[in-house]
C-alpha cells in the first residue's frame, strides 16, 4: 500500500507539474505544412523547425523518460518483494536483493537506450515479441543472480509456450486500463486536479499491476514449472 501511495505521489506530481512545454500541436501543425511543400529546403530555411520544436519541448521528453525510468525502478521493487513473498522469503531481505542487482539492469538499460529507440522507431512491432520473450529477464538477473546476457537467453528459453499467454494477459490489463482513462477522461475536466489525481492513480495502480504480474510469471516459469 505505501508503494502505491508513494508511486500515486509521483505520477500526480508528474502530471500536475510536467516539466518543461507538454504541447506539441505547433509541430504537428510545422509537421502537415511541411509535408505538404513542394520544396522542402526552402520551407525548413523559412521555417526552421527550432520555431515550433523549443527547449522546453526537449526538456519535457527527457522529464517524461525519467518519469517512465522512476516508475520503472518502483515497479521492479514490488516486483521484488511480491516474489520474496511468493518464495516464502522474509520480505526484510528484498531490499537488499533489489539493491544489490538493480545496479545492473540500470546499466543495461542506459546503454541500450538510445539503439532501443531506434529500433522501436523503425519496427514498432518487435514489441509485440521482445515484451514477452524478456518478461522474466528481470527476475533471473535478480534472483538467480545472472548477468544480463545470460538472463536474456535464459528468458527467451524458460518463456517457451509461455509468450502468447503473456502478451494476452498484458493486452488485457492494459486494455482494461484505457478503458478506464476513457470514462474518467470523459466525465473530468481537462486539466483539473481531480483527473490529474485520478489519472496518476491509475498509472501508479496499472504500473505495479504489471510487475505483479510479471512476478507471478516468473514464480511460475522458474519455480512451478520445474
Same mark, same amino acid.
Given at each position: ?14 502530471? *500536475?507539474?510536467? &516539466? ?20 522542402? *529546403?526552402?520551407?525548413?530555411? @523559412?521555417? &526552421? ?14 522529464? @517524461? *523518460?525519467? /518519469?517512465?525510468?522512476? *516508475? ?22 528484498? &531490499? ?29 512491432? $518487435?514489441?509485440?515479441?521482445?515484451? &514477452? #520473450?524478456? /518478461?522474466?529477464?528481470?527476475? $533471473? ?5 545472472? +548477468? %544480463? /546476457? ?49 489519472? #496518476?492513480?491509475?498509472?501508479? /495502480?496499472?504500473?505495479? #499491476? %504489471?510487475?505483479?504480474?510479471?512476478? #507471478?510469471?516468473?514464480?511460475?516459469? @522458474?519455480?512451478? +514449472?520445474?
Amino acid at each position: 500500500m505505501l508503494l502505491l501511495l508513494f508511486a500515486w505521489g509521483v505520477s500526480f506530481l508528474f502530471f *500536475m507539474f510536467p &516539466p518543461g512545454d507538454p504541447d506539441f500541436s505547433q509541430l504537428y501543425y510545422w509537421y502537415e505544412d511541411f509535408s505538404d511543400s513542394t520544396d522542402y *529546403m526552402k520551407f525548413l530555411d @523559412t521555417n &526552421p523547425i527550432t520555431d515550433v520544436f523549443t527547449m522546453d519541448n526537449v526538456i519535457y521528453i527527457l522529464a @517524461t *523518460m525519467g /518519469y517512465i525510468a522512476v *516508475m520503472h525502478l518502483i515497479g521492479l521493487f514490488y516486483f521484488t518483494m511480491y516474489v520474496c513473498d511468493l518464495r516464502e522469503v522474509p520480505l526484510s531481505k528484498a &531490499p537488499k536483493i533489489y539493491f544489490t542487482r538493480i545496479w545492473w539492469l540500470i546499466l543495461y538499460s542506459a546503454t541500450l537506450l538510445i539503439p532501443g529507440l531506434l529500433v522501436i522507431a523503425i519496427l514498432p512491432y $518487435i514489441f509485440l515479441f521482445l515484451i &514477452p #520473450a524478456l /518478461y522474466i529477464r528481470s527476475g $533471473i538477473v535478480m534472483f538467480e543472480k545472472k +548477468d %544480463i /546476457y545470460t538472463a536474456t537467453i535464459n528468458s527467451i528459453s524458460k518463456t517457451r509456450g509461455h509468450k502468447f499467454s503473456i502478451f494476452l494477459e498484458l493486452s488485457g490489463i492494459v486494455l482494461i486500463f484505457f478503458v478506464l482513462r476513457f470514462i474518467v477522461n470523459y466525465l473530468l475536466a481537462s486539466g483539473s486536479t481531480g483527473l490529474c489525481l485520478v489519472e #496518476a492513480f491509475l498509472f501508479a /495502480y496499472f504500473t505495479l #499491476a %504489471i510487475f505483479r504480474n510479471m512476478g #507471478a510469471r516468473f514464480h511460475m516459469i @522458474t519455480v512451478l +514449472d520445474k
